[in-house]
Every structure is written in C-alpha cells, then in structure tokens.
C-alpha cells in the first residue's frame, strides 16, 4: 500500500530523514518507533506532503504522491491524525466528524450518516458528546475524535502521530484497542509512538528510527526481544545476574 | 506446503523492497556497532548511507574466512556478548577457527527457516523425524533440531555413531523423517542390507540431506534403496548454518531464502556477476542477522541461479546443488578440511615441515582421510617403536584439531613425487 524507498527530507539545510526505506502492507498496523528528535514525525509529515523530501520515493497505491500537494492527499485515501489531535474546538463533535467526511467522493457523499453512526459506534462517547463543543473534551475524547474524524473519509490508511500523548495509562489502553479493532475491521495504520511498548504490543511490524535512519526492521514481537531496543526504548533489561 | 506463505511466494517487487530495508538497517548497525567493518568500509571509501538499491551492494567490500579468523573470536559480534545465546564454531588449529554468535532473533529466526526448509522437503507437524547430524559446536545437528521441533514435528535427536542402533530406532520408533549427509544415508542402507532389514519395514518418507557434495546419480541410489523423497539443502556456519537454502519436492534447485539473505554469483577471477544461470562463487549478505551479520561472504561455494518459476509456487530463487569449491577446502564426512590445518599440524612437529599429501577416498560411502607424510632425516628413527609414535602422535594431533578420524602414513623421502609427479598436496578419489 505504501512504499518508500531512500527518503530524504528535513528543516532548511538540516537533514532530518536519511535514506529511509519503509512499506506499509493492507491491513497491517506498523509501528514506527524511536527517541525524540529521531525522526518519526518528520517522516509522518513528509509523507503527508507537509514537509517536501529532498530526494526519494514515496508510492502509495502505486502513485509517486511525494510531489503532491498536503491539500490532495487525504483525498488520495491517506490520512493523518494529527499529535495533540488538532481538533476543532468550538465546533461540536459531530461537525467535527461531518468535516473529517468532505474528503469522501460524491458517491459516498451519501453515506455521510451511516460513516458517523460508524464511528459513533467505535466510540461511543462521542455519541454521548456530539452535541458538545470539542473543546470542552477531555484529552482521551479528543483523541478519540481525532480517528472518529480521519476514518470518516473511509481512508485506506490512517497514520497516527503519538496518539498516547498526554493521555493516562488506562485510556492509551483503550486508544490501544480501538486501533486493533480499526485492524480487524480492515483498516491499514501507520502508527508513531514514543511508547514503544505499548506500540508495539498491538503492532505487525515495527522500525526503529536512530537519528534519521532505520536501524532495525522487524516483526514486532522481533522488536520487543530485540535487547537493543529494550535497553533504548522499553525502559528495562532483564539481567539475570 | 509452505511453512512461512507470505515471504515464500513474495511478489519479486515486494521482496526486493524488503531486502533493501533490511539491508540499509544492516549496513547501519554494521558500520556503528563492528569496528572492523567500519574501517573496511572506511578504507573502501564506501559511504554505507548512499547504498540506496541492491545493486549498489557490489560497491561494498567482501567478507572472506580470513576477517572472521582475524577477528577470532567474537571481533566481528554486533551486539555485545550478553546479547548472544548461542555460540557455534568451526573446528581448527588456532587462527582457523571461526566463531559465530546468535541473539534470541537469530534462533527464531534460524529455526522458522530451517522448518522452511523441511515444510517444502515434505515434512510436517505429524512426521518422527531423525537427525543423524552431530550434535555439537557445528551448526547442523542443532540448527536442524530447532527448525524440526519449530515445525512441531517428533524429533530424534539420535545424533552420530552406532549405526545399528540408528537402524533399530529407525525401524521401532516408525521414523518417517530422515536427516543426515547423504553418503550416511547410503550407509544406513548399506548396513540394514548386512543386517537383514528391509526398507519395507521402515516407515521413512522424506529423506532431507546437505553438509557434504552429492549428485543425481546418489539422489537416485538413496531414493531407490531407502524408498523416499531426498532433498537437498545448503547453507554454512558463517552465515548461519543449515537453512538459507532447500530443495522443494520437485526436486529442481534449492530455493534461497531470499527475504533473509543476499545472494550473487560472481565469477571468481574477475569478482564481477557471472551472466544469469551462469557457475561462479556464491557469495552472501545476510538481511536479518542481529548477533552476527555479514556482508558479501564469500562462501567459496560454486552454484549458479536457475532460471524460471518453480511449479511449487515459491517465487524464492532457485541455486543449484553445490558444483564445486573456489578453494581447496575438502568436505570429509559433512566436515569442512583446509589442507592448510593438516599442513600446520605438521608444521609443528619438532619444527619440520615434512612433505605430506592428503589422499580421500570413500569407501562403503564413508569418507576417509589419510595423511602420508615423508620422514626426513630429522624425523627418522630406526627403532619402529619410535616411528610408530611419532605416527600416532600426528594422528592424535590431526584428530583434535579436525575432528574426524585420520589415517597417518609414515613413508620413505621421495615417496610422493612417485605418487603424485605434479606435486599435488591432494588427491580427492571420491566420486559423488
């Protein structure tokens, strides 16, 4: 579904992304994790045509979309759920929704409503708040409007930046399941994550970015054996002494 | 049929994007985490950042059996060692020996394509499976036990030894799954002939041979006489032992396991690609080994790559059975010889360096190695008794450093050149 080889991209003269080669599958959840400032969200960004790679192909769907403009790419089936999930707050939830649907073709056009009972289904607290203003949720409701608002346009893949961020242990939990369920109900995701662990535990597959480059593919389950990885990002190493 | 599908019957184009992942994060942890490689990569003026496609992988330097015994013996790890869980070595004198290191990953990793490779020989979950490897420091009897009891099959770990016995356990244990070299396979037909045991009373079905060069014509013999499917299948100890290569049921070719190794055949004057289905020198990259990768290995190994698709519905390259050797390393019994060990050992003996010449033959498809060595005036005793010693000694001290049984010779000066007027140090009258 997406395939991208040698990506170079970055900030003015500072090259943040360095040769990275990556894919994403149909229905697969793959984890991209690593420390700050390694490059994760550069490469969300860029292949969200918000930042342009200096060099590189990024296909998805067969299409070369790296000179696409950010504006058409949703379009083309590949969202992004923004980190800090950049929901509109003084629109209620449900226009948050409808909005996250005006990317959809005219023929789906019509299938607005049963798309929002879609979601209201997935996340049953935003059926509880539609009417609410989107400020006024907490940060897990928020994040949960952030992917309620991205699967409105039936993307064929949704990517995720750091959606555990600033969020308590047991609703990442619960984020954590909908995204395995956004799996099994098809859906394709591109997850970033600073917590490795928990990325990982629902993940296919994860790379680990190290200053701009991938230093390590692999199934996830190969990741969280990995010692290199447990010492750098799971936070432990079990030494038996 | 298949033991891994997804990666076994791969589009071409998907595969070729997964190897170039694997390979761009190898060369990575290669070029910061082994010393010896960033030098060489360094010295070749190779920046690793810029291999941007798999062809870019022959501006890199190769990795020859000389970096891994000057590295000895874990110079060349990339992870450190309380990382390893596993250690393997090849047998030899001191500054031959090579040493390998495996992670967690690696067995995982080593086992699903070893099962790989017994899935597409025929075996299953349900198969009692025999393994008449040695079990030890070598990769066989280990890398193929793990692969078996992955796949869930019933696993014998009968190892070598007591042929009899092997029989006996063939036969009660109603064994389906055999796996040894072929030559011990011809062996173990050759005894229950002796012995009376007809292959009817067998349950055996596949039969699953490497470590050691084979033929068609020995393909046709073990199938005959022990009434099975024989496979082959290839793989070293420096890159990860049994399970890079393997021969499906059609019997056409060993497909490579692609997703985890880089293969070429490269001519072995010029180190350039040899024109496609062409013979020259396997050399290998692996893509997923964490404890100890290596780039473009020169196995030393001669193949060439098979054309067309295979009717199994692997999309995996297939290799030929091995042709031949870029050196002269002989392969005695499934073990892997350099003349230049038994040279060594003689080297040392009282600081002569006695004239010699290695013979092998095989006989009752067992091979076997004799060592004639000259006596020179230095070594000369009258006394039998101390010639006699002195034989027994080298003997003793091939044995410990080869690990296989030697016959020693003692013969008068100038015997060899009799024997052998172009002054080859040996003489390989095996035919397979």
């Known amino acids: 579904m997406l395939k991208i080889r040698n990506l170079e991209a970055g900030y003015g003269k500072l090259r943040v992304l360095k040769n990275v080669s990556m894919h994403v599958s149909g229905g697969e959840i793959v984890a991209i994790i690593g420390a700050n400032g390694a490059g994760k969200t550069t490469l969300l960004a860029t292949i969200a045509g918000l930042i342009r790679a200096s060099s590189g192909e990024i296909h998805f769907l067969g299409e070369d979309i790296s000179k696409l ?88 893949l949704v990517m995720m930046d750091e959606p555990s961020t600033g969020l308590a242990p047991l609703i990442v939990r619960d984020i954590f399941q909908i995204i395995v369920r956004l799996r099994a109900e098809g859906n394709t995701v591109l997850l ?20 701009g480059k991938v230093i390590i593919q692999a199934p996830a389950e190969d990741l969280l054996a990995n010692k290199d990885v447990q010492r750098a990002y799971l936070g432990r190493e079990k030494l038996e002494e | 049929m298949y033991w891994q599908k997804q990666f076994e019957c791969m589009r071409r184009e998907d595969l070729e994007q997964l190897q170039l992942e694997r390979l761009q994060a190898t060369l990575y942890r290669l070029g910061t985490h082994v010393p010896f490689y960033r030098r060489k990569l ?35 790890f990339a992870v450190p060692l309380r990382d390893v869980v596993r250690i393997h070595s090849s047998s030899g004198n001191a500054g031959m020996t090579t040493v390998v290191g495996y992670s967690k990953n690696d067995i995982k ?15 299953t979950a349900l198969d009692v499976v025999q393994i008449a490897y040695d079990y030890g420091i070598f990769t066989g009897g280990l890398g193929l036990h793990y692969g078996a009891e992955r796949l869930g099959a019933s696993v014998i770990p009968i190892s070598s030894g007591n042929i009899k016995r092997q029989i006996r356990i063939m036969r009660d244990f109603k064994t389906t799954a055999l796996i040894c070299t072929p030559s011990h396979a011809l062996k173990l037909a050759d005894v229950m002939m002796d012995t009376g045991v007809n292959s009817s009373e067998l349950s055996l079905k596949y039969g699953v041979f490497g470590a050691e060069p084979w033929s068609e014509t020995m393909r046709r013999e073990i199938a005959d006489r022990l009434g099975i499917i024989a496979t082959d299948n290839y793989g070293l100890s420096e890159v990860m032992g049994p399970g890079i290569a393997g021969e499906c049921r059609e019997c056409n070719g060993l497909h490579i396991n692609e997703d985890h190794f880089l293969v070429e055949v490269l001519d072995t004057a010029t ?162």
């Not at chain 1, 990325?199 to 680990?208: H, Q, S, T």
């Not at chain 2, 360094?42 to 015994?69: G, M, N, Q, W």
């Not at chain 2, 990793?109 to 075996?123: E, F, H, K, Y």
């Not at chain 2, 496609?276 to 080994?289: D, F, N, Q």
């Open chain 1, 69 to 156: 403009a950010a504006a058409k790419i949703p379009g083309r089936g590949c969202v992004m759920v923004p980190e800090g999930r950049q929901v509109f707050a003084s629109m209620t939830v449900a226009d948050n929704l409808i909005l996250g649907g005006h990317a959809l073709s005219r023929q789906h056009k019509k299938d607005l409503s049963r798309l929002l009972d879609h979601q209201y289904e997935l996340f049953p607290i935003l059926r509880e708040r539609r009417s609410q203003l989107a400020g006024t949720l907490s940060g897990g409701e928020q994040q949960m409007l952030a992917m309620g608002r991205a699967l409105m346009s039936k993307p064929s």
């Open chain 1, 192 to 211: 970033v994550e600073q917590n490795a662990k928990a990325a990982l535990a629902i993940a296919d597959r994860g790379y680990v970015l190290e200053t």
């Open chain 2, 42 to 76: 360094r010295e070749a003026k190779v920046d690793y950042e810029a291999i941007t496609s798999l062809e870019a992988l022959r501006s890199l330097p190769f990795t020859t059996k000389e970096d891994l015994h000057g590295n000895y013996p874990y110079g060349l």
């Open chain 2, 109 to 123: 990793n080593w086992s699903d394509l070893v099962a790989r490779i017994l899935r597409s020989a025929g075996v």
């Open chain 2, 271 to 432: 180190l350039e690609p040899v024109p496609p289905g062409e013979v020259g020198e396997l050399v290998i990259t692996t893509l997923t080994k964490e404890a100890f990768p290596v780039i473009r290995y020169r196995t030393r190994d001669l193949t060439r790559l098979l054309p067309g698709a295979c009717p199994c519905g692997r999309t995996l390259a297939r290799m030929s059975r091995i042709l031949g050797r870029s050196d002269d390393m002989l392969i005695i019994r499934g073990v892997n010889i350099f003349p230049a060990q038994i040279q060594a050992v003689l080297a040392d003996i009282d600081g002569t360096e006695p004239s010699y010449l290695i013979v092998v033959d095989r006989e009752n498809h067992e091979d076997k190695l004799t060592v004639m060595v000259e006596v020179t005036e230095a070594l000369f005793s009258d006394q039998i008794r101390k010639q006699w010693a002195l034989a027994a000694s080298i003997q003793e001290r091939l044995v410990t450093d080869l690990g296989i049984q030697v016959q020693v010779k003692l013969v008068e000066e100038k015997t060899l050149e009799r024997i052998d007027s172009k002054g080859r140090k040996v003489i390989d009258n095996r035919t397979f």
